[in-house]
């Protein structure tokens, strides 16, 4: 039986039974053997715990929903820090249902789901939208499963949240340790995890479910440590619902594997993972895409994880290295940040192996995503992905992978309405670190604050499902007689879309090596949330 008045007491609406609900009793850490120490669930007495283990060693948070108002943060110390389980988002539907008690049948998006008689799921409705930091429109449904043959799901609903009839939803298990995040920081300054780098191994942080509260900080950060190790966050399911970022990162290392990411309701603001003011000496020394990371430290890898319903799951600013590979996008998006309002923008992205899937109605419930990759800046790889053409009738048709030179159009940072008064000739050609610029030589001088980048094209090959390529402009009035996009990004000088793979690229070893053993892996990987398009 599941007891709905807690249920309706937990701010992200994750739906739980009594037993996980019910925090221990102890009111301090408790020491166990081997290095192992357990909290009771606040955010000061795991703060002690961490203060008091021992390097490598492990601080637990037990089962329970646990509201933070302040956050914790490692320095220093490879610590890890476990919760008892998050839960994850393990599958998919469009079926148009409406929220309510009772019976309830669901078409799932794949057959053989991680799902069986008797267990308890809640199903979340990713619609609404965010404004002003306020989320609206959000749903969910509680219940017990009575059947699920193939791709058909019966469930006993017994606990609901909001009301309407939805087509897009997502289907995830119960977690074990809930932190609500009300916490009173800035961003990233007072985030539930600040996890500083340590320089005697890797910081690691797994098992959790993160909720929005009334937190105006992040949920985690990671933060560069010169000598530092990698930090690991992997198997934790991250439930969006106010405009602060799930993981935010100002170091190009580390590694996010086995997460979901929800934004309840679909997000126009925060974010997934935002990557931001890594080291500037990232534009001043060569790519470290694919194999040429030698030991596996040098970019962000994300990888195995899925994110539902993120106009832009993803902000890939200042100086940022990253990849992303085998992960699922699911009415969601991957965006970058260029030299326009950011001072540097993103160095360069991988983006492969991964799977995008779009629902398109026709009767308004349509989510507004306007493209798989919304690039500003800097190059990459875009490869292996199954990227079907963003179109439907509530919207129309969109450029699937988008690149911009916004501060052509945009009077914002270092570089404003850059190549205006030239009447769209291109002859400012290049814009500082736009799309299709690395390092390379080091021979194209600077810019106001850093090197502007030589030539080093983005790669589009062997990815299947229709997209289109294209690029927009920033548009409006701040510039005048100012260039456009069209003139600076060109195919085969800026990009390659004609199937060529980037010359002596080969992909860095997956699963990455720092995964302990591969023990994490889930049967709930994006290969079985698969989906087709209606």
Known sequence: MINTQIIHRCRAFVACSALLLSGPAATAYISLSGGVLQSDGSASDTQAA??????????????????????????????????????????????????????????TSAGGLPISNGQILTIYRTGGIVSNGNASGIG?????????????????????????????????????????????????????????????????????????????????????TSGGSPVLVHDCLFLSTTNVDCIFSDTNRGVIWNC??????????????????????????PSTMGTADTSGTNNLYIEDCDFHGWLNATDMDDCSRSVVRHCLFNNAGFGTHGADTSTYGVRHFEIYDNTFVFNGFTNGQTLNLNWWCYLRGGTGVITGNVMPHISSQDYGSKADINMTVMNLQRN?????????????????????????????????????????????????????????????????????????????????????????????????????PLRP?????????????????P
């Open 50 to 107: 961490i203060n008091a283990a021992p390097a490598g060693g492990t601080v637990q948070i037990p089962p329970g929903t646990f509201t933070w108002s302040s956050g914790v943060t490692v320095s220093g110390k490879a610590v890890k820090i476990r919760g008892a389980g998050g839960g994850r988002v393990v599958g998919m539907s469009a079926s148009q249902v409406s929220i309510a008690l009772g019976a309830q049948e669901f078409t």
């Open 140 to 224: 969910s449904m509680t219940g017990i499963v009575t059947s699920y043959s193939g791709t058909s799901l019966s469930l006993n609903v017994t606990a609901s949240l909001g009301s309407s009839t939805q087509s897009v939803w997502i289907i995830a298990t119960q977690p074990h340790t809930t932190l609500v995040n009300d916490t009173t920081g800035n961003t990233t300054s007072g985030a539930l995890f600040e996890l500083n780098e340590a320089t005697n191994g890797s910081v690691d942080l797994s098992g959790l479910c993160f909720t929005g509260g009334t937190g105006t900080a992040d949920d985690v950060v990671l933060n560069y």
């Open 260 to 285: 979901s990411f929800a934004a309840l309701p679909f997000s126009e603001a925060q974010l997934a993972v935002h990557m931001k003011g890594c080291p500037a000496s990232s534009w001043t020394s």
């Open 412 to 512: 914002a940072g270092p570089n404003p309405c850059w190549g205006a008064g030239h009447g769209a000739t291109g002859n400012s050609y290049p814009a500082p670190r736009q799309v299709g610029m690395g390092y390379v030589n080091g021979n194209a001088g600077n810019d106001s604050v850093t090197y502007k980048g030589d030539s080093e094209p983005l790669y589009i090959w062997n990815n299947t499902g229709g997209y289109q390529v294209g690029t927009t402009d920033y548009g409006g009035t701040q510039c005048s007689n100012p260039d456009a996009t069209a003139d600076y990004i060109i195919s085969g000088r800026d990009y390659f879309n004609n199937n060529t793979p980037k010359p002596g690229y080969q992909e860095y070893t997956y699963p990455h």
């Open 517 to 533: 053993g591969q023990t994490g892996i889930l049967p709930t990987q994006p290969g079985t949330l698969n989906a087709t398009s």
